[in-house]
Protein backbone atom coordinates (compact mmCIF):
# COMPACT_ATOMS: atom_id res chain seq x y z
CA UNK A 1 0.00 0.00 0.00
CA UNK A 2 2.85 2.44 0.93
CA UNK A 3 4.83 2.20 -2.57
CA UNK A 4 1.37 2.06 -4.41
CA UNK A 5 1.03 5.47 -2.90
CA UNK A 6 4.04 6.97 -3.38
CA UNK A 7 3.43 6.41 -7.02
CA UNK A 8 0.56 8.42 -7.28
CA UNK A 9 1.62 11.14 -5.05
CA UNK A 10 5.34 11.43 -3.53
CA UNK A 11 4.58 14.29 -1.23
CA UNK A 12 2.77 11.95 1.08
CA UNK A 13 4.36 11.84 4.66
CA UNK A 14 4.47 7.67 5.27
CA UNK A 15 4.91 7.45 8.87
CA UNK A 16 5.43 3.47 10.02
CA UNK A 17 4.64 1.99 13.59
CA UNK A 18 5.84 -1.59 14.24
CA UNK A 19 6.70 -4.30 17.09
CA UNK A 20 8.66 -7.04 17.06
CA UNK A 21 6.65 -10.63 18.73
CA UNK A 22 9.15 -11.66 21.48
CA UNK A 23 8.66 -15.59 19.51
CA UNK A 24 9.85 -14.78 16.06
CA UNK A 25 13.96 -14.43 16.28
CA UNK A 26 15.77 -12.88 13.62
CA UNK A 27 13.55 -11.41 11.50
CA UNK A 28 15.15 -8.03 9.93
CA UNK A 29 12.29 -5.29 9.18
CA UNK A 30 14.80 -3.54 7.03
CA UNK A 31 13.94 -4.72 3.74
CA UNK A 32 10.31 -3.43 4.64
CA UNK A 33 11.02 0.06 5.30
CA UNK A 34 12.23 1.84 2.64
CA UNK A 35 9.16 3.72 1.34
CA UNK A 36 9.06 5.21 4.68
CA UNK A 37 9.83 9.10 6.01
CA UNK A 38 10.12 7.60 9.49
CA UNK A 39 9.87 4.74 11.45
CA UNK A 40 8.78 4.00 14.98
CA UNK A 41 8.97 0.51 16.72
CA UNK A 42 7.37 -0.11 19.79
CA UNK A 43 8.13 -2.70 22.75
CA UNK A 44 5.50 -5.56 22.34
CA UNK A 45 2.87 -6.59 24.78
CA UNK A 46 0.48 -9.44 25.04
CA UNK A 47 -2.45 -10.70 26.49
CA UNK A 48 -1.58 -14.49 25.51
CA UNK A 49 1.03 -14.66 28.73
CA UNK A 50 3.04 -17.55 27.58
CA UNK A 51 -1.19 -19.49 26.75
CA UNK A 52 -2.71 -18.81 30.09
CA UNK A 53 -5.30 -16.96 29.00
CA UNK A 54 -6.81 -20.18 27.21
CA UNK A 55 -8.14 -20.43 30.58
CA UNK A 56 -10.13 -17.59 30.74
CA UNK A 57 -11.45 -14.69 33.29
CA UNK A 58 -9.72 -16.24 36.13
CA UNK A 59 -8.19 -14.78 39.32
CA UNK A 60 -4.32 -15.97 38.94
CA UNK A 61 -4.77 -14.61 35.18
CA UNK A 62 -6.68 -11.20 36.44
CA UNK A 63 -3.55 -10.83 39.02
CA UNK A 64 -0.77 -11.55 36.31
CA UNK A 65 -2.27 -8.88 34.03
CA UNK A 66 -2.91 -6.41 37.02
CA UNK A 67 0.56 -6.56 37.99
CA UNK A 68 2.43 -7.70 34.60
CA UNK A 69 0.85 -6.93 31.17
CA UNK A 70 -1.07 -3.54 32.41
CA UNK A 71 2.17 -1.72 33.05
CA UNK A 72 3.15 -3.09 30.19
CA UNK A 73 0.47 -1.89 28.17
CA UNK A 74 0.84 1.74 29.72
CA UNK A 75 4.37 1.72 28.80
CA UNK A 76 3.05 1.17 25.21
CA UNK A 77 0.49 3.94 25.42
CA UNK A 78 3.26 6.42 26.44
CA UNK A 79 4.94 5.26 23.58
CA UNK A 80 2.36 6.02 20.97
CA UNK A 81 1.47 9.20 22.71
CA UNK A 82 4.78 10.74 21.93
CA UNK A 83 4.59 10.14 17.77
CA UNK A 84 3.13 12.90 16.34
CA UNK A 85 -0.30 12.31 14.31
CA UNK A 86 -0.92 15.41 12.07
CA UNK A 87 -4.84 16.61 11.77
CA UNK A 88 -6.22 14.78 8.21
CA UNK A 89 -4.15 12.09 8.39
CA UNK A 90 -5.27 7.91 7.64
CA UNK A 91 -4.02 5.34 10.24
CA UNK A 92 -4.17 1.90 9.13
CA UNK A 93 -4.18 -1.36 11.12
CA UNK A 94 -4.36 -4.92 10.25
CA UNK A 95 -5.90 -7.55 12.63
CA UNK A 96 -6.94 -5.58 15.27
CA UNK A 97 -7.13 -8.10 17.74
CA UNK A 98 -3.67 -7.65 19.76
CA UNK A 99 -2.79 -5.84 22.67
CA UNK A 100 -0.44 -3.15 20.26
CA UNK A 101 -2.90 -2.88 17.53
CA UNK A 102 -5.73 -2.14 19.87
CA UNK A 103 -3.67 0.38 21.77
CA UNK A 104 -3.11 2.23 18.24
CA UNK A 105 -6.24 2.20 17.80
CA UNK A 106 -7.28 3.67 20.76
CA UNK A 107 -4.59 6.33 20.05
CA UNK A 108 -5.96 7.49 16.76
CA UNK A 109 -9.25 7.84 18.28
CA UNK A 110 -7.90 10.63 21.14
CA UNK A 111 -6.16 12.29 18.29
CA UNK A 112 -8.81 15.18 16.29
CA UNK A 113 -8.62 14.71 12.59
CA UNK A 114 -7.15 11.39 12.02
CA UNK A 115 -9.15 8.93 10.82
CA UNK A 116 -8.62 4.74 11.52
CA UNK A 117 -8.66 2.14 9.24
CA UNK A 118 -8.72 -1.41 10.40
CA UNK A 119 -8.80 -4.33 7.73
CA UNK A 120 -10.07 -7.21 9.28
CA UNK A 121 -7.92 -10.93 9.34
CA UNK A 122 -7.54 -12.35 5.62
CA UNK A 123 -7.87 -15.72 7.51
CA UNK A 124 -11.16 -14.97 9.46
CA UNK A 125 -14.58 -14.85 8.92
CA UNK A 126 -15.82 -12.12 11.32
CA UNK A 127 -18.76 -12.53 11.27
CA UNK A 128 -20.46 -14.47 14.05
CA UNK A 129 -23.16 -15.45 12.29
CA UNK A 130 -21.53 -17.54 10.01
CA UNK A 131 -19.84 -19.46 12.79
CA UNK A 132 -22.17 -22.38 12.88
CA UNK A 133 -19.17 -24.74 14.19
CA UNK A 134 -17.79 -22.62 16.39
CA UNK A 135 -19.15 -22.19 20.14
CA UNK A 136 -17.93 -18.39 21.78
CA UNK A 137 -15.49 -19.21 25.02
CA UNK A 138 -17.14 -15.96 27.25
CA UNK A 139 -14.72 -16.76 29.52
CA UNK A 140 -11.87 -15.94 27.56
CA UNK A 141 -13.56 -13.12 25.73
CA UNK A 142 -14.34 -11.69 29.30
CA UNK A 143 -10.44 -12.17 29.76
CA UNK A 144 -9.55 -10.14 26.17
CA UNK A 145 -12.49 -7.17 27.30
CA UNK A 146 -10.49 -6.58 30.58
CA UNK A 147 -7.58 -5.49 28.34
CA UNK A 148 -9.63 -3.72 25.47
CA UNK A 149 -12.11 -2.02 27.82
CA UNK A 150 -8.80 0.25 28.96
CA UNK A 151 -6.09 -0.59 26.00
CA UNK A 152 -9.10 -0.89 22.61
CA UNK A 153 -11.90 0.47 21.09
CA UNK A 154 -14.48 -2.33 20.62
CA UNK A 155 -14.69 -5.49 22.68
CA UNK A 156 -14.53 -9.28 20.93
CA UNK A 157 -16.07 -12.49 21.25
CA UNK A 158 -13.49 -15.89 21.24
CA UNK A 159 -14.86 -18.32 19.11
CA UNK A 160 -13.82 -21.66 19.09
CA UNK A 161 -14.36 -24.83 16.42
CA UNK A 162 -16.82 -26.74 18.23
CA UNK A 163 -14.43 -30.47 18.87
CA UNK A 164 -15.02 -33.37 21.20
CA UNK A 165 -13.74 -32.99 24.42
CA UNK A 166 -10.77 -34.95 24.26
CA UNK A 167 -9.93 -33.19 20.91
CA UNK A 168 -7.50 -30.22 20.85
CA UNK A 169 -7.46 -27.37 18.43
CA UNK A 170 -6.59 -23.88 17.91
CA UNK A 171 -8.75 -22.55 15.58
CA UNK A 172 -10.30 -19.96 16.32
CA UNK A 173 -12.37 -16.56 15.42
CA UNK A 174 -11.82 -13.14 17.14
CA UNK A 175 -15.04 -11.09 16.36
CA UNK A 176 -16.24 -7.70 17.72
CA UNK A 177 -19.20 -6.90 19.13
CA UNK A 178 -18.98 -3.12 18.36
CA UNK A 179 -17.33 -1.40 15.35
CA UNK A 180 -13.45 -0.69 16.64
CA UNK A 181 -12.41 1.31 13.85
CA UNK A 182 -13.57 4.79 11.90
CA UNK A 183 -13.40 2.35 8.58
CA UNK A 184 -13.46 -1.48 9.06
CA UNK A 185 -13.40 -3.54 5.81
CA UNK A 186 -13.30 -7.76 5.39
CA UNK A 187 -9.59 -8.32 3.82
CA UNK A 188 -8.72 -11.19 1.22
CA UNK A 189 -5.18 -12.22 -0.07
CA UNK A 190 -5.15 -11.80 -3.83
CA UNK A 191 -5.59 -15.06 -4.85
CA UNK A 192 -8.28 -15.92 -3.05
CA UNK A 193 -11.29 -14.70 -4.63
CA UNK A 194 -11.80 -13.05 -8.11
CA UNK A 195 -14.74 -11.17 -7.03
CA UNK A 196 -15.62 -9.63 -3.56
CA UNK A 197 -18.92 -8.53 -1.73
CA UNK A 198 -20.22 -5.48 -0.15
CA UNK A 199 -16.90 -4.13 2.61
CA UNK A 200 -14.28 -6.57 1.19
CA UNK A 201 -11.43 -5.63 -0.02
CA UNK A 202 -7.84 -7.96 -1.33
CA UNK A 203 -5.14 -6.86 0.91
CA UNK A 204 -2.93 -4.18 -0.39
CA UNK A 205 0.10 -6.46 -0.98
CA UNK A 206 2.63 -5.42 -3.41
CA UNK A 207 2.71 -8.31 -6.01
CA UNK A 208 6.21 -9.17 -7.29
CA UNK A 209 5.70 -11.13 -10.77
CA UNK A 210 9.35 -10.32 -12.45
CA UNK A 211 10.43 -13.96 -14.04
CA UNK A 212 13.30 -15.49 -12.24
CA UNK A 213 17.08 -15.53 -13.03
CA UNK A 214 17.31 -18.50 -14.98
CA UNK A 215 21.23 -18.80 -13.96
CA UNK A 216 20.32 -18.84 -10.50
CA UNK A 217 19.55 -22.36 -9.22
CA UNK A 218 16.05 -22.88 -7.80
CA UNK A 219 15.46 -22.98 -4.09
CA UNK A 220 12.08 -25.31 -2.99
CA UNK A 221 10.72 -24.43 0.46
CA UNK A 222 8.44 -26.89 3.17
CA UNK A 223 6.52 -24.51 5.59
CA UNK A 224 6.50 -26.41 8.60
CA UNK A 225 3.32 -25.83 11.67
CA UNK A 226 2.98 -27.30 14.62
CA UNK A 227 -0.22 -29.46 14.06
CA UNK A 228 -2.26 -28.54 17.11
CA UNK A 229 -5.10 -31.04 15.95
CA UNK A 230 -3.00 -33.89 16.46
CA UNK A 231 -3.56 -33.58 20.45
CA UNK A 232 -6.78 -34.78 19.62
CA UNK A 233 -6.05 -38.35 18.19
CA UNK A 234 -4.16 -41.28 19.32
CA UNK A 235 -0.22 -41.96 18.87
CA UNK A 236 -1.07 -44.38 16.18
CA UNK A 237 -2.64 -41.58 14.02
CA UNK A 238 -0.21 -39.20 14.95
CA UNK A 239 2.60 -41.84 13.66
CA UNK A 240 0.79 -42.27 10.60
CA UNK A 241 0.75 -38.46 10.04
CA UNK A 242 4.36 -38.16 10.71
CA UNK A 243 4.82 -40.64 7.99
CA UNK A 244 3.08 -38.95 5.37
CA UNK A 245 5.12 -35.98 5.65
CA UNK A 246 8.17 -37.99 5.36
CA UNK A 247 6.65 -39.54 1.87
CA UNK A 248 5.65 -35.95 0.86
CA UNK A 249 9.19 -34.69 1.46
CA UNK A 250 11.02 -38.09 0.09
CA UNK A 251 8.70 -37.07 -3.20
CA UNK A 252 9.59 -33.28 -2.89
CA UNK A 253 13.52 -34.13 -2.82
CA UNK A 254 12.68 -36.41 -6.28
CA UNK A 255 10.75 -33.51 -7.95
CA UNK A 256 13.18 -31.03 -6.61
CA UNK A 257 16.14 -33.08 -7.50
CA UNK A 258 19.66 -30.97 -7.90
CA UNK A 259 17.50 -27.64 -6.52
CA UNK A 260 18.31 -26.10 -2.92
CA UNK A 261 15.70 -27.61 -0.56
CA UNK A 262 14.90 -25.56 2.26
CA UNK A 263 12.70 -26.01 5.53
CA UNK A 264 11.11 -23.27 7.01
CA UNK A 265 10.34 -24.40 10.70
CA UNK A 266 6.95 -22.46 13.05
CA UNK A 267 8.17 -20.92 16.19
CA UNK A 268 5.62 -22.68 17.48
CA UNK A 269 6.95 -26.06 16.76
CA UNK A 270 8.25 -28.37 19.36
CA UNK A 271 12.05 -30.26 19.18
CA UNK A 272 10.07 -32.99 19.68
CA UNK A 273 8.05 -32.44 16.34
CA UNK A 274 10.89 -31.53 14.75
CA UNK A 275 12.56 -35.04 15.07
CA UNK A 276 9.68 -36.81 13.44
CA UNK A 277 10.57 -35.50 10.14
CA UNK A 278 13.41 -36.39 7.89
CA UNK A 279 14.52 -33.60 7.03
CA UNK A 280 17.78 -34.93 5.08
CA UNK A 281 19.06 -32.66 1.97
CA UNK A 282 16.89 -29.59 3.40
CA UNK A 283 18.64 -26.26 4.85
CA UNK A 284 16.48 -25.53 8.08
CA UNK A 285 15.54 -22.01 8.73
CA UNK A 286 14.78 -21.04 11.87
CA UNK A 287 14.75 -17.74 12.14
CA UNK A 288 12.36 -14.40 10.98
CA UNK A 289 9.66 -15.07 9.12
CA UNK A 290 8.15 -17.23 6.08
CA UNK A 291 7.36 -13.48 4.48
CA UNK A 292 10.89 -11.85 4.83
CA UNK A 293 12.28 -15.30 3.43
CA UNK A 294 10.86 -14.81 0.10
CA UNK A 295 10.97 -10.90 0.07
CA UNK A 296 15.09 -11.79 0.91
CA UNK A 297 15.84 -14.83 -1.39
CA UNK A 298 15.05 -14.24 -4.83
CA UNK A 299 15.68 -17.91 -5.89
CA UNK A 300 12.36 -19.42 -4.80
CA UNK A 301 10.41 -20.79 -7.22
CA UNK A 302 8.18 -23.07 -5.13
CA UNK A 303 6.70 -22.93 -1.65
CA UNK A 304 4.76 -26.66 0.07
CA UNK A 305 3.13 -26.66 3.51
CA UNK A 306 -0.13 -28.00 4.91
CA UNK A 307 -2.21 -25.19 5.75
CA UNK A 308 -0.83 -22.14 6.47
CA UNK A 309 -1.35 -18.76 5.26
CA UNK A 310 2.51 -17.96 3.91
CA UNK A 311 1.21 -19.88 0.78
CA UNK A 312 -1.06 -17.13 0.16
CA UNK A 313 1.36 -14.63 0.36
CA UNK A 314 4.29 -16.85 -1.57
CA UNK A 315 1.80 -16.57 -4.61
CA UNK A 316 2.09 -12.44 -4.42
CA UNK A 317 6.27 -12.76 -5.05
CA UNK A 318 5.25 -14.81 -8.23
CA UNK A 319 5.93 -18.17 -6.28
CA UNK A 320 4.05 -21.26 -6.94
CA UNK A 321 2.77 -22.69 -4.23
CA UNK A 322 0.79 -26.14 -2.92
CA UNK A 323 -1.57 -27.06 0.11
CA UNK A 324 -0.96 -30.49 1.43
CA UNK A 325 -3.74 -31.16 3.68
CA UNK A 326 -6.04 -33.23 1.34
CA UNK A 327 -3.22 -36.05 1.27
CA UNK A 328 -4.07 -36.94 4.61
CA UNK A 329 -7.39 -37.16 4.45
CA UNK A 330 -7.56 -40.93 4.66
CA UNK A 331 -5.35 -40.49 8.20
CA UNK A 332 -7.15 -38.03 9.26
CA UNK A 333 -10.94 -39.12 8.86
CA UNK A 334 -12.12 -38.65 12.37
CA UNK A 335 -11.12 -34.92 12.19
CA UNK A 336 -14.27 -32.63 13.17
CA UNK A 337 -15.76 -31.33 10.74
CA UNK A 338 -15.15 -28.10 11.62
CA UNK A 339 -11.74 -27.85 11.98
CA UNK A 340 -12.01 -29.78 8.46
CA UNK A 341 -14.52 -27.00 6.69
CA UNK A 342 -12.03 -24.24 7.75
CA UNK A 343 -9.27 -25.68 5.81
CA UNK A 344 -11.27 -26.18 3.14
CA UNK A 345 -12.92 -22.42 3.04
CA UNK A 346 -9.33 -20.27 3.58
CA UNK A 347 -6.93 -22.72 2.27
CA UNK A 348 -7.13 -22.72 -1.62
CA UNK A 349 -8.10 -19.97 -4.55
CA UNK A 350 -10.28 -19.40 -7.37
CA UNK A 351 -7.34 -18.14 -9.65
CA UNK A 352 -5.09 -21.18 -9.01
CA UNK A 353 -7.22 -24.25 -7.68
CA UNK A 354 -4.74 -26.64 -8.98
CA UNK A 355 -2.39 -25.41 -6.00
CA UNK A 356 -4.47 -27.66 -3.59
CA UNK A 357 -2.95 -31.56 -3.76
CA UNK A 358 -5.37 -34.18 -4.08
CA UNK A 359 -3.18 -36.82 -5.18
CA UNK A 360 0.55 -37.50 -4.79
CA UNK A 361 0.37 -39.35 -7.99
CA UNK A 362 -1.41 -36.55 -9.88
CA UNK A 363 1.26 -33.91 -8.43
CA UNK A 364 4.04 -36.22 -9.81
CA UNK A 365 2.86 -36.69 -13.04
CA UNK A 366 2.88 -32.66 -13.55
CA UNK A 367 -0.96 -32.52 -13.79
CA UNK A 368 -0.62 -29.81 -10.82
CA UNK A 369 1.85 -27.37 -12.59
CA UNK A 370 0.61 -23.68 -13.28
CA UNK A 371 1.92 -20.55 -13.57
CA UNK A 372 1.42 -17.71 -11.23
CA UNK A 373 -1.26 -15.49 -12.99
CA UNK A 374 -0.18 -11.83 -12.83
CA UNK A 375 -2.79 -9.74 -11.24
CA UNK A 376 -0.55 -6.41 -9.97
CA UNK A 377 -2.46 -4.52 -12.07
CA UNK A 378 -6.02 -6.04 -11.01
CA UNK A 379 -4.63 -5.40 -7.24
CA UNK A 380 -3.11 -2.07 -7.84
CA UNK A 381 -6.31 -0.81 -9.06
CA UNK A 382 -8.41 -1.78 -6.01
CA UNK A 383 -5.83 -0.28 -3.72
CA UNK A 384 -6.19 2.55 -5.31
CA UNK A 385 -10.06 2.01 -5.17
CA UNK A 386 -9.66 1.37 -1.51
CA UNK A 387 -7.67 4.93 -0.93
CA UNK A 388 -10.35 6.58 -2.87
CA UNK A 389 -12.99 5.76 -0.69
CA UNK A 390 -10.51 7.12 2.53
CA UNK A 391 -10.85 10.33 0.51
CA UNK A 392 -7.05 10.94 0.19
CA UNK A 393 -7.54 14.27 -1.37
CA UNK A 394 -4.83 14.20 -4.31
CA UNK A 395 -5.77 10.35 -5.50
CA UNK A 396 -9.44 11.15 -5.67
CA UNK A 397 -8.39 14.09 -7.64
CA UNK A 398 -6.73 11.82 -10.33
CA UNK A 399 -8.76 9.10 -10.26
CA UNK A 400 -12.29 9.82 -10.72
CA UNK A 401 -13.18 6.75 -13.08
CA UNK A 402 -12.30 4.37 -10.52
CA UNK A 403 -15.18 2.37 -8.78
CA UNK A 404 -15.99 3.20 -5.09
CA UNK A 405 -15.60 0.55 -2.26
CA UNK A 406 -18.03 0.29 0.63
CA UNK A 407 -16.70 -0.40 3.98
CA UNK A 408 -18.66 -2.91 6.35
CA UNK A 409 -21.95 -2.00 7.39
CA UNK A 410 -22.44 -0.39 10.66
CA UNK A 411 -25.33 -2.89 11.27
CA UNK A 412 -22.97 -6.34 11.80
CA UNK A 413 -21.70 -4.65 15.00
CA UNK A 414 -25.70 -4.09 16.50
CA UNK A 415 -25.84 -7.87 15.46
CA UNK A 416 -23.18 -9.27 17.23
CA UNK A 417 -23.29 -7.19 19.86
CA UNK A 418 -26.50 -8.26 20.74
CA UNK A 419 -26.22 -11.69 20.69
CA UNK A 420 -23.58 -11.58 23.58
CA UNK A 421 -24.15 -8.89 25.96
CA UNK A 422 -26.96 -10.98 28.10
CA UNK A 423 -24.39 -13.53 28.19
CA UNK A 424 -21.63 -10.93 29.33
CA UNK A 425 -23.79 -9.92 32.12
CA UNK A 426 -24.50 -13.33 33.36
CA UNK A 427 -20.93 -14.31 33.43
CA UNK A 428 -19.67 -11.53 34.93
CA UNK A 429 -22.42 -12.05 38.11
CA UNK A 430 -20.97 -15.83 38.29
CA UNK A 431 -17.55 -14.91 38.50
CA UNK A 432 -17.91 -12.46 41.16
CA UNK A 433 -18.07 -14.88 44.38
CA UNK A 434 -14.86 -16.23 42.71
CA UNK A 435 -13.29 -13.00 43.07
CA UNK A 436 -14.41 -12.13 46.56
CA UNK A 437 -12.82 -16.08 47.45
CA UNK A 438 -9.58 -15.16 45.86
CA UNK A 439 -8.64 -12.12 47.03
CA UNK A 440 -10.53 -11.83 50.71
CA UNK A 441 -11.57 -15.07 51.75
CA UNK A 442 -8.51 -17.73 51.38
CA UNK A 443 -5.92 -14.41 52.35
CA UNK A 444 -8.14 -14.09 55.20
CA UNK A 445 -8.41 -17.70 56.21
CA UNK A 446 -4.37 -18.01 55.36
CA UNK A 447 -3.94 -15.08 57.76
CA UNK A 448 -6.33 -16.46 60.59
CA UNK A 449 -4.27 -19.62 60.32
CA UNK A 450 -1.10 -18.07 61.31
CA UNK A 451 -2.38 -16.88 64.37
CA UNK A 452 -3.65 -20.27 65.37
CA UNK A 453 -0.27 -21.61 65.26
CA UNK A 454 1.64 -18.27 66.34
CA UNK A 455 -0.81 -18.97 69.61
CA UNK A 456 -0.06 -22.34 70.00
CA UNK A 457 3.68 -21.63 69.85
Not at 88 to 98: D, E, H, K, R, W
Not at 440 to 452: D, K, T
Request: glycine share 4%; proline share 3%; aromatic share 14%.
Amino acid sequence: MAETILELDQNIRLELIFTKESRINGFNPEVFLNPFNAVHELDYVSHEMGGSWRQGFTPRNIYHSLTNVFPRARNVYSQLKQINFTENSVAFTYLGITLNQGLFLKTVKNRPGVESVLLLSADSTQESSSLTEYIVNYSQSLLLNFYFHFFGTAYMDVFWARVGESFQTNTREYVFREKPADYVFQSHYPFRFRNLQSGQVKLPLHLNMASKNPNVSESIVFIGQPHYFLGGFTTDVESQFYERINIILDSIREVHDGQHLIYKSHPAQTERQLSRINLDGFEIVTSGTSEGLFKENQSISTVYGFSSSSLQTALCYGIRAYYTYKLFDDILINLPSSVKHNWEIRWNSEYHPEMVLNSLEEWQSGKNIYSVKDISEEVRLETITLLKRLGINKLTESNESISEVKALSDQRWETNSSRSSFSYAISVILFIPRVVTYLFLIPARSFLSRLRLRHKH
